[in-house]
């Protein structure tokens, strides 16, 4: 396993860096549920519809 999620991002984000990797769409709507905060810039809680 590797390390834990620090942020959220969108695909397209602007923010993204090297260390960034893809997850499927229920792995981050399960980040975002778990506390795992969403990329202010991006919004990936807004794209996926799960909002807190």
């Known amino acids: 396993m590797g390390r834990l999620p620090v942020r959220v ?3 397209e984000c602007w923010d993204a860096r090297k260390r960034c990797a893809p997850m499927s769409r ?3 709507c399960r980040a975002l549920a778990e506390g795992v ?3 202010p810039h991006g919004r990936p809680d807004a794209a996926l519809g799960v909002l807190a």
Do not use: L, N, T, Y
């Open 37 to 39: 905060p969403s990329c």
């Open 26 to 28: 229920a792995e981050a």
């Open 9 to 11: 991002r969108a695909g």
